[in-house]
Structure formats: structure tokens, C-alpha cells
């Protein structure tokens, strides 16, 4: 079955330290997204991206960093600017570069990220 | 900037209940709206869309229809089961690079 591989579940970060979330799909989709969820907030983006070698920042991406080598992979890093790392992070993906907003999008089951 | 409103929960119903959760929003443009589902420990799920005015949209007995007068998309279920405790996520989107704008999340809650 196509989806969207999130991992690992649950990842612990010591102060100072980078870590990398690890999202791949096998949906053959060209856009992909990260959010961050937070308690009472909802889902906030991070960056995103519509095609190889090409990203965006969202609405909260001081702290963290991605790249898109590959059209099936969006690795997350969380580096040790981000200050308030503790969230559940959420990748995603859509067919056709994002361009038709009409489309859903597809969500991993996240990975859940607590500072030490 | 877009945005959406939706009611805060929890929402506590007993099973065979009719459930509502309000969802307003305020966007330049003319949005697609959808409503996702997330279960706990779980991404997002895809509950029903819409995407123009006076569209319904409707999934596993959910129903929301897209009521640009009032800038509403309310989520309603006749009769609710256990099985629907989750939390549900009012969602629009308008532009070109298919981001996703977020409400808060209602968290409902149905007990036996």
C-alpha cells in the first residue's frame, strides 16, 4: 500500500543537540510538508516543498532545517535553536506540486519528539 | 491572513448523540475546505472536503456543507459512536502551493 513512513515513533533530544525526523512516501507525490502540533494549537507549518532540490519556509521554521534530495524524501532536523523543541510532528504530501489546492493531503502517523 | 475558528472541546456526548462542531474561517480567495480526523498517537486522516459554495461534503455518516454567506463549514454526525472519540480538525486552503491552514482541533469524547 502507498503512504507516507514517519520515523522513528517517539525521539528524545538532549540539550544542545540535532536531530533528524525521518519522513518518506511512496505515493509518487512531487510536494511535501512538515507541522509541528502543540496541545490547543493545531498544526503549524514549517516548510515545505514542491519539488526536488526546492523548499520553502513556513509560518515557524527558525530552528529547524530540511532538504529534498530525492522526490520520495523530506528529512526534518530539529537543531539546538529551536528552543522549544517538544511537539508531535506531523510530514505530508500532495500529488501535482501542491498546485491544486482542491486536493487533500496525505499525513504519516507522526513522530513525537521530547527534550531530556 | 486566512484563518479558521472552530469550537473548543472537549465535546463529551453519549453514544447514539447528535454531534456538531462549528467551524468559521475568514479567507481571502475563495478556500477549500476539509475536516480532518486524528485518532490518538496517529496522523491526520482525511474526513470529507468541499470545495465550493453550497457543496456537501459527507463520509462514514459525517456531513459539513460549505456555506460561504456565513463562512462556516460545521462538521455534524445524527448519531455518534464510541468508535468516532477523536479529534477533528477544520482545515482550508487557498493557495498555490497547497498549504494547509489549521483550526485549533475539537477533541470529542463518547462514552457508552
Known sequence: ?116 | GDSVTQMEGPVTLSEEAFLTINCTYTATGYPSLFWYVQYPGEGLQLLLKATKADDKGSNKGFEATYRKETTSFHLEKGSVQVSDSAVYFCALSTDSWGKLQFGAGTQVVVTP
Open chain 1, 1 to 116: 500500500d502507498g503512504g507516507i513512513t514517519q520515523s522513528p515513533k517517539y525521539l528524545f533530544r538532549k540539550e544542545g543537540q540535532n536531530v533528524t525526523l525521518s519522513c518518506e512516501q511512496n505515493l509518487n507525490h512531487d510536494a511535501m510538508y512538515w507541522y509541528r502540533q502543540d496541545p490547543g494549537q493545531g498544526l503549524r507549518l514549517i516548510y515545505y516543498s514542491q519539488i526536488v532540490n526546492d523548499f520553502q519556509k513556513g509560518d515557524i521554521a527558525e530552528g529547524y532545517s530540511v532538504s529534498r534530495e530525492k522526490k520520495e524524501s523530506f528529512p526534518l532536523t530539529v537543531t539546538s535553536a529551536q528552543k522549544n523543541p517538544t511537539a508531535f510532528y506531523l510530514c505530508a504530501s500532495l500529488p501535482g506540486q501542491g498546485k491544486n489546492s482542491n486536493q487533500p493531503q496525505h499525513f504519516g502517523d507522526g513522530t513525537r519528539l521530547s527534550i531530556l
